[in-house]
C-alpha cells in the first residue's frame, strides 16, 4: 500500500565528469540497467505517495529514462544554483504545500542500496522522532568523502566536506553515505538558510544537519556495516567495482536457487535474465537482458546470450546469440552466431561454424556445420550439408529461402532467394538452387566430371606437382610392367 507520509527525492543533476564519458553518469547500466533504474526500483518498492527524480545535467535524456523506468515519478529541473542542498529545496518545493511527512533523498549514482535497509532506517527514524536520520559507513580511506563528525557520547553533530575539513576531521574513518530521511518541516525550515559560503561555492545538503544540530536537536545516524550498499559511482573503475559486487550477490542467488555456476569469477548475469533450477553454466558464460534459460539446460562454456530463450535441456556451447529462440532439447555450438530473428525447434541442431539470422529451423533439424541460413524456414527434420548457403541478398533486396519437411541438401549447396525446396527433395553436392524444386525430387546442377590428361605437366612444368605426377606415373608403369613380366 502506499505510504502516504513519504516522498523520497532522487538526485540525478550531477554532470559525472570524472566518468569522461557522452553519457550521463547515471545512465551509465549496470548489469543491463542504468544506475538511475537501480535506484528508482528500489525507491518504487517502498511505495511512497511522492517520488521526486531532480534533474539537470543532459536534462532530456536522464529525465527520459527516469519517466520510462518510474512512470508515476515527477521530474524536477534544478537551476543553475549548484549543490545538493539546492536540489533538494527545488524538490520539496515540487512537494504539496501540506506535505508533512518524511522526506528520503537518495542518490541516483549508488545503485546497490536495498529496500529492506532503506525501511528499516525509516522505521527507526520514525519511532526515534528525530528530524533527520543519515547513513554512514566506515571505511578504510576516507579521502574524497565527507566526515562525519560525532560528539563525545556518539551522537552526530555535523558533516564536514573533505575541502573544509581539518587535519583531525580528516582522519575520521565515519563518512557521510549521501542518504538521509528529514522530516518534512524540519527540512524546509532549515532549507531556507542555507549558503554559498564554503570552498566549494554550493548549497550543502549536509549543513542542514549541522544546523539542526546548533538548534539542539538530535541528529540519527546509521552505520550501514556493508559497506559496498552505500559505494558510489564517480569513474569508471568505480563502475566497475560496483557491477562486480553485484554480479556476485546475483550469481550467489541463483546458485542458492538450485542453478550450478562452475565459475562464478568469469560468468556475468544481468538483472533481468531468469533461470530455472538444474541449469548448468560452465565458465566463461556471459547472460544478458532478458535472457530466459529452462531448467535442465547447460549453457558454455565461452557463451554470450543477449535477450535469448533457452528450453528445458537444451545445450548451448560456445555460442554468441542475440534475440534467439532455442527450444527445448536442441543442442547449439561450438562456435555457432545466432543472430536476431534465429528460431530453434525442439531437438534441432545448429552445429559448428554456423551462423543463422532471421531463420525458422523446425523440429529435429539439423544445419551441423559450416553454413549460412539467413532470411529462411528449414523444416522439421531437414538436414543441410556442410557448406550450405541461402544466398538472400540480391544487392538490393533480401529475400527468403523456404525448405521443406525431411529436405537433405549436399555439400555446398547454394540456395539463390527467393527459392522453395519441396518437402523430401534432395540436393547433390556443390548444386547451386535458382529454381524451385518439387517436392521428392533430386536437383542436380553440375555438369559431368571431366580429366583432363597431361593438364599439369602442360601448364605447370617442372613444379613439385609435375615432379610428383612424373614420379606417380614411373611408379605405376613400373607396376604395370611388372604384372606383365609374372
Do not use: C
Not at 553454413?371 to 531437414?382: E, K, N, P
Not at 540436393?427 to 533430386?442: E, K, Q, Y
Amino acid at each position: 500500500m502506499t505510504d502516504s507520509r513519504l516522498a523520497i527525492v532522487v538526485l540525478a543533476a550531477g554532470q559525472g565528469t570524472r566518468m569522461k564519458s557522452a553519457t550521463p553518469k547515471v545512465l551509465h547500466e549496470l548489469a543491463g540497467i542504468p544506475l538511475i533504474g537501480h535506484v528508482l526500483s528500489t525507491a518504487q518498492a517502498l511505495a511512497a505517495a511522492h517520488l521526486l527524480v531532480v534533474v539537470r545535467h543532459e536534462r532530456d535524456r536522464v529525465a527520459a529514462t527516469a519517466k520510462a523506468l518510474a512512470p508515476e515519478a515527477r521530474i524536477v529541473d534544478q537551476d543553475e544554483m549548484p549543490g545538493t542542498g539546492r536540489a533538494v529545496e527545488q524538490a520539496v518545493d515540487a512537494l504539496p504545500a501540506d506535505f508533512d511527512g518524511d522526506v528520503l533523498v537518495l542518490s541516483a549514482d549508488v545503485p546497490l542500496m536495498d529496500a529492506d535497509t532503506l525501511a528499516s532506517v525509516l522505521a527507526g527514524h520514525r519511532a526515534a522522532n528525530v528530524p533527520v536520520t543519515l547513513f554512514s559507513t566506515v571505511v578504510a580511506d576516507p579521502t574524497g568523502y565527507g566526515r562525519v563528525v560525532r560528539e563525545a557520547d556518539g551522537s552526530v553533530s555535523r558533516i564536514v566536506e573533505q575541502k573544509d575539513a581539518s587535519e583531525a576531521e580528516r582522519a575520521i574513518a565515519e563518512v557521510n553515505a549521501g542518504m538521509y530521511v528529514f522530516a518534512a518541516a524540519a527540512l524546509r525550515d532549515k532549507l531556507a538558510g542555507l549558503t554559498t559560503g564554503n570552498a566549494q561555492g554550493e548549497k550543502y545538503l549536509t549543513d542542514v544537519v549541522g544546523a539542526l544540530h546548533g538548534d539542539g536537536h538530535t541528529i540519527g545516524g546509521v552505520v550501514v556495516a556493508e559497506e559496498w550498499k552505500v559505494w558510489g559511482v564517480n569513474d569508471r573503475a568505480q563502475l566497475a567495482q560496483v557491477g562486480a559486487q553485484l554480479n556476485a550477490l546475483t550469481v550467489r542467488g541463483w546458485q542458492l536457487a538450485g542453478v550450478t555456476i562452475q565459475d562464478p569469477a568469469t560468468t556475468w548475469i544481468d538483472r533481468a535474465v531468469t533461470i530455472e533450477p538444474d541449469v548448468t553454466i560452465l565458465p566463461g558464460t556471459q547472460l544478458k537482458g532478458a535472457t530466459a534459460i529452462a531448467a535442465g539446460a547447460v549453457i558454455g562454456p565461452d557463451t554470450t546470450l543477449v535477450d535469448t530463450e533457452v528450453g528445458a535441456g537444451a545445450t548451448v556451447k560456445r555460442t554468441d546469440a542475440t534475440l534467439a529462440v532455442i527450444a527445448a532439447g536442441a543442442t547449439v555450438g561450438p562456435f555457432s552466431y545466432l543472430r536476431p530473428g534465429t528460431e530453434l525447434g525442439a531437438d534441432g541442431k545448429i552445429g559448428a561454424f554456423v551462423e543463422t539470422k532471421n531463420a525458422h529451423i523446425g523440429e529435429g533439424a539439423k544445419v551441423p556445420h559450416l553454413s549460412y541460413i539467413g532470411d529462411a524456414s528449414v523444416g522439421d527434420g531437414a538436414n543441410i550439408g556442410a557448406g550450405g548457403i541461402t544466398a538472400n541478398y540480391d544487392g538490393v533486396n533480401k529475400h527468403r529461402t523456404e525448405i521443406g519437411a525431411h529436405v537433405k541438401t549436399g555439400a555446398h549447396t547454394v540456395m539463390v532467394a527467393p527459392v522453395t525446396i519441396g518437402a523430401g527433395a534432395y540436393t547433390g553436392a556443390g548444386t547451386t538452387i535458382r529454381n524451385d524444386v518439387p517436392a521428392g525430387a533430386l536437383a542436380l546442377g553440375i555438369a559431368p566430371q571431366r580429366n583432363r590428361e597431361g593438364w599439369v605437366h602442360t601448364h605447370r612444368p617442372g613444379s613439385a606437382a609435375d615432379q610428383a605426377a612424373l614420379d606417380a606415373r614411373s611408379s605405376a608403369d613400373a607396376q604395370d610392367e611388372e604384372r606383365q613380366a609374372r
